[in-house]
């Protein structure tokens, strides 16, 4: 690992990107759905399914008790509905008889390692996912850990390199100020999308480059 600081990485984003203007959050329960349909598939299909989805069913409770097949149909269009659709209605099924009904508010009275917890004993939901709906709809410190986010903070030496993307939700969570989560994750994202790319990244334009392990190898070699 460099010397260089979560902060430091944050300030700079910040700096280059600025503030990010993100959608209005969406409930706990909302938002589980919605990553659960986010999985290998684009921003744009996910919202499209989750759409038909409620209009085809009409509530959450009605998503419970509703076929599997029928809600394959109405996610279809996100792709891998045959695992995406048992595990929507699991995780439902699950909200619905531990809590009584369709909420997940009372996570944020818990400290974000035990909300995570707690909500990783739904089949198909991950440490990301977990993070994801603590972090939008909760407003919780957490920090998703994606592709991008993981490819980066390994470059940039903030995790180590054999760091999972797993591990490194909890050493993220630990590095940043709790305000600094929802910009630092949305930023990152971006840099890996424009110009952090797992191939042929621009390293000559990333405003990051300074305190960038991988980069400072590369010009070295």
Known sequence: MTNTN???VYNKLMEFYGPVDWRPPLSPVDELVSTILSQS???LN???????????????EAVMKGDVAD???AIRVAGLFR???????AALQFVYNSQGAFSLDFLKTLPVEEACVWLTQMHGVGVKTASIILLFSL????????????RITKRLGLIPPKASAEKAH???EEALPPETCLNAHLNLIRLGREICR???????????????AYYQLAMAN
């Open 71 to 73: 809600i394959e149909t």
């Open 139 to 150: 407003g919780m410190p957490a920090f998703p850990v994606d592709t991008h986010v993981h």
């Open 46 to 60: 996910r919202d499209r399914a989750f759409k038909r989805l409620k209009e085809r069913f009409g509530s959450w």
């Open 198 to 212: 797992a191939r042929n990244p621009k390293c000559e334009v990333c405003p990051l480059n300074e305190m960038c």
């Open 170 to 172: 909890y050493i993220l």
């Open 6 to 8: 979560a902060l430091d």
């Open 83 to 89: 695992q995406k659709a048992p595990r929507i209605k």
């Open 41 to 43: 598939t684009t921003d």
